[in-house]
């Protein structure tokens, strides 16, 4: 079955780069059926959507992170990764990377990692 | 791009029905079918519920069931169990081609 992993380190200190990788097992990173997103949830607070990729290295993200953010893919490690750069305590959280599939009609995010807690603190 | 509104707090008895709305805009769930809901348990990760406004996926109950009208989808739970005591979050895609999630419902059931 589909399973994603979300890996990196808890702690981060501010201003640096949060830099996480999702591992994908039972689907394939390079397929053009799904987009590969990136979704946080700060403790006790609502999911957020950070960004998403496609196989084509297309990406899209939430303009509210001013272009903070980068997504990349190694198709040959079946990985796709976030980099958040000048991070601040705001950006503690359980980030969670999942699979957003196109169905015949709709698109949902279909699979999700167990989620990473990220915590911003000097 | 703004969170869809959702309420914060819905209850309901076992054996009853609940409906969960969120609201959002002409910009996305009024300008798109691309509505998903999702259940979250407590340090869980979130569960797709329904998609594309009122598809369930294979392996969801037949007592979840999603609608729309103009701006504002609904989540619809009949035959409320104890296990559907749960977070539970609106999406939908937006005309900026990105995402947008709902603040988030705590469902009690009593």
């Known amino acids: 079955q589909v399973q994603l992993q979300e890996s990196g380190p808890g702690l981060v200190k501010p201003s640096q780069t949060l830099s996480l990788t999702c591992t994908v097992s039972?689907?394939?990173?390079?397929?053009?059926?799904?987009?590969w997103s990136w979704i946080r949830q700060p403790a006790g607070k609502g999911l957020e959507w950070i960004g998403r990729?496609?196989?084509?290295?297309?990406?899209s993200h939430n303009p509210s992170l001013k272009s903070r953010v980068t997504m990349s893919m190694d198709t040959s490690k079946n990985q796709f990764s976030l980099r958040l750069n000048s991070v601040t305590a705001a950006d503690t959280a359980v980030y969670y990377c999942?699979?957003?599939?196109?169905?015949?009609?709709?698109?949902?995010?279909?699979?999700w990692g167990q989620g990473t807690l990220v915590t911003v603190s000097s | 791009q703004s969170a869809l509104t959702q309420p914060a707090s819905v209850s309901g008895s076992p054996g009853q029905s609940i409906t969960i709305s969120c609201t959002g805009t002409?910009?996305?769930?009024?300008?798109?079918?691309?509505v998903s809901w999702y259940q979250q348990h407590p340090a869980k990760a979130p569960k797709l519920m329904i998609y594309?406004?009122?598809k369930r996926p294979s392996g969801v109950s037949n007592r979840f069931s999603g609608s729309k009208s103009g701006n504002t989808a609904s989540l619809t739970i009949s035959g409320l169990q104890n296990e559907d005591e749960a977070d539970y979050y609106c999406s939908s895609y937006t005309n900026n081609r990105t995402w947008v999630f709902g603040g988030g419902t705590k469902l009690t059931v009593l």
């Open positions: 039972g689907a394939s990173v390079n397929s053009g059926n799904f987009y």
């Open positions: 594309g406004v009122n």
């Open positions: 002409t910009r996305d769930i009024g300008g798109f079918d691309y």
């Open positions: 999942a699979r957003l599939t196109a169905y015949t009609h709709g698109l949902a995010f279909d699979h």
């Open positions: 990729m496609y196989t084509s290295g297309s990406t």
